[in-house]
């Protein structure tokens, strides 16, 4: 009997504590955290009093945790507060490129509380103050914190060996460019040589011709000259020959005797 009343009176004192220290934390479902890009996510639904849902993302990289949501005409940066057990709590919010994505990046203090509190509630997040509860945050904030920071290790590493890809193949191009460049230098030198030949090879043909036609027409005049001499000498004897034929002929020189002196007649 003195047994049974002993753990009577210790499970009595154990629920004053309980009473005492306020509500338990309720037990909930494990969070399902997913991977992502270069991190790992989960998805939280918050309820308004009218019952309307709304949405919103927890991310981690492993270095920190962000609340993601979508609500227009945000501003590129500002302080909003949300509470975690009535408590408040100030986080810096930015803007995406999107315009109406937010992204609150969670504090440690934040998140330290989230992962003790069971309530959180965001009054400027729909027209109605939204709230969902926080079982299970615990693990599950571990767990998104581990599985981010294994992501984005990898994701990390994939970049690197992209990176360095990239790199390998910018290297190969660049020395595939170089090795194409002076081919095409030996290719254009050689052209360049071979123009500069069969320039020469032109002008010299060139120059032969030229003193080809100069002797052809130094030939042909000293040709013409002598065609022109010996023509002249021509015409000059057919000219002399006309001019004998044209002179008239010429009197036989007989010799000339002495007349004899007629005798005087004597006159009677």
């Known amino acids: 009997m003195t047994r049974t009343f002993a753990l009577a ?3 009595a004192a154990t629920s004053a504590a309980a009473h005492a220290a306020g509500p338990s934390r309720p037990a909930g479902l494990p969070w399902v955290v ?5 991190a790992c996510r989960t998805e939280l639904e918050l309820v308004a009093r009218s019952g309307a849902v709304t949405p919103v993302t927890l991310t981690s990289d492993g270095q920190i945790v962000s609340l993601t ?3 227009p005409d945000l501003p590129e940066r500002a302080f909003l507060p949300i509470r975690v057990d009535r408590n408040r709590y100030s986080n810096l919010m930015l803007r995406r490129a999107d315009g109406v994505t937010g992204e609150l990046v969670l504090s440690e203090e934040t998140e330290a509380a989230m992962r003790k509190g069971a309530t959180l509630d965001i009054a ?3 027209e109605e103050p939204v709230s969902t509860t926080l079982a299970g945050s615990e693990q599950g904030l571990t767990d ?3 599985c981010g920071a294994q992501i984005a290790s990898q994701a990390r590493a994939r970049a690197t060996a992209e990176a360095e ?4 193949a910018e290297e190969d191009a660049r020395k595939q460019a170089v090795v194409q460049a002076q081919l095409e230098a030996a290719r254009a030198q050689t052209a360049a040589a071979e123009a500069q030949r069969q320039r020469v090879k032109e002008e010299a043909e060139r120059q032969r011709r030229q003193e080809a036609q100069e002797r052809e027409r130094a030939y042909a005049e000293a040709r013409q000259r002598e065609y022109d001499y010996a023509e002249a000498r021509r015409r000059q004897t057919w000219e002399d020959e006309q001019d004998e034929y044209a002179r008239p002929p010429l009197q036989p020189r007989y010799p ?3 007349q004899p002196q007629p005798y005087p007649y004597r006159r009677w």
Do not use: T
């Not at 890809?165 to 390998?168: E, G, N, S, W």
């Open 69 to 71: 949501f979508a609500k």
């Open 165 to 168: 890809a990239r790199a390998r």
């Open 144 to 146: 998104l914190r581990v």
């Open 9 to 11: 009176a210790l499970a």
């Open 34 to 38: 997913q991977p992502a890009d270069a």
């Open 256 to 258: 000339i005797y002495p």
């Open 124 to 126: 400027w997040l729909g």
